[in-house]
């Protein structure tokens, strides 16, 4: 895919979503970073309805810290992996009261220093906390960058590395929310609903079926 086909392609995303954002419920910077860590292989749906009691309860470090291990995880219990995602949770926010006065870095090597904090997580954060032009390539992106050509990349990095160089810059701080839920929503692994996608003209999938 060329140049000007991808900003062809990231102008009509904007058209169509202005002003894009996650579907994570939060309230600050610190509670994005928790909704982030316990969405690792769950729906942002099931994570919004355990943190919606949770924050509620405990919005802080020092709150949720007090709460401690076996405590968090009857708040997040109906999460996939919730036991060892409340092990991470205490220990992320023991490590932000002891290391970062109760505050969320917006250093990316401090983030990923964070227990359950990988390099995904810590783009979502930056990203959609912070506003920095980062992607975070997630399942549904890397199936979007590979099956249209816009980035293609055998390893989510490789695929982030070519979002980050091929996206153009007017476009880049949006762009992981453009592409999340595209691939969410209309470009679905499965069955892709090509009949309805806003980008088909500029996409290289090859089986398309109807898009009339």
Partial sequence: ??????AALFER?????????????YATPFQLLIAVILSAQATDKSVNIATQRLFADAPTPQAILR???????????????YRNKSKNVIATCRLLLERHGGEVPREREALEALPGVGRKTANVVLN????????AVDTHIFRVANRTGLSPGKTPLAVELGLLKKVPPTYRKNAHHWLILHGRYVCKARKPECWRCTIADFCEYQDKGDVA
């Avoid at 959609?128 to 992607?135: D, S």
């Fill in 128 to 135: 959609t906390a912070f506003g920095e032009p980062t992607i």
């Fill in 13 to 25: 995303l904007q058209a169509a979503n202005p002003a894009p954002t996650t579907e994570l419920a």
């Fill in 67 to 81: 709460l401690g291990e076996e405590k968090l995880a009857e708040y997040i219990n109906r999460i996939g992996l």
């Fill in 1 to 6: 895919m060329n140049a000007a086909r991808r």
